[in-house]
């Protein structure tokens, strides 16, 4: 391809992001508000938010735990949010001894609490390891947050009542991404909004 057919292909991704983020934004706006109450009002009565994912969604996943716990975009205190994509020891560990599908799930049986919130993040919504750590969120009694694309996938059926799914309907993981990731910069302001009206302007 030559570089005017490069220029046109970058322009037309370009294109594509912003107008799937248009679309998105009527459908998302409401579940994204009421993700970040969710996670508010967890974090105020001294629950965590743990997050998890896969490749680009595990990037996702301590991308939004590292916003809660350090800063989003205003000066107020730590959030507790715990991303369980990082530790090496404990993946590996699980990987090996059991099976990759319980990478997630031990952490969560371990560590989530009722009244804790799971952020699970999977473009596809099929992720079985995403999907083990949601079931046993659930046996543990946290509300879950699934971000997913497509259809949903099994994750977005297997959603109880109280869950929120935030669903972006496009074929091309990246673009689910893309979306993904504003969603997520979404709900942390909601969630500062929420807790440290007087700090986030």
């Known amino acids: 391809m030559d570089t005017n057919g490069l220029l046109a292909r970058i322009a037309g991704r370009f294109e594509e992001s912003a107008r799937l983020k248009r679309e998105a934004a009527p459908m998302l706006a409401a579940p994204i508000l009421a993700a970040g109450r969710m996670m508010a009002d967890a974090l105020a009565a001294g629950g965590r938010v743990l997050a998890c994912g896969n490749g680009g969604s595990a990037a996702d996943a301590q ?55 799971l952020l699970a993040i999977s473009t596809s919504g099929n992720s079985p390891n995403v999907a083990a750590a949601i079931e046993v969120a659930h046996e543990a009694g946290m509300r879950v947050v699934a971000l997913t694309g497509r259809d949903g996938g099994s994750i ?27 969603a997520l910069h979404c709900v942390c302001d909601a969630i500062d909004q929420i807790l440290f009206p007087q700090e986030a302007k």
């Open 156 to 182: 977005g059926r297997g959603l109880c009542e109280g869950d929120i799914e935030l669903r972006v309907p496009h074929p091309s993981t990246a673009h689910v991404q893309e979306v993904h990731i504003l």
């Open 63 to 117: 991308h939004f735990a590292a916003e809660l716990l350090n800063r989003f975009e205003c000066e107020r205190p730590p959030l507790a949010a715990i991303a369980l994509t990082t530790d090496s020891s404990t993946l590996t560990s699980i990987a090996n001894d059991y099976d990759y599908r319980q990478v997630f799930s031990k952490q969560v049986r371990a560590l989530g609490r009722r009244g804790d919130v």
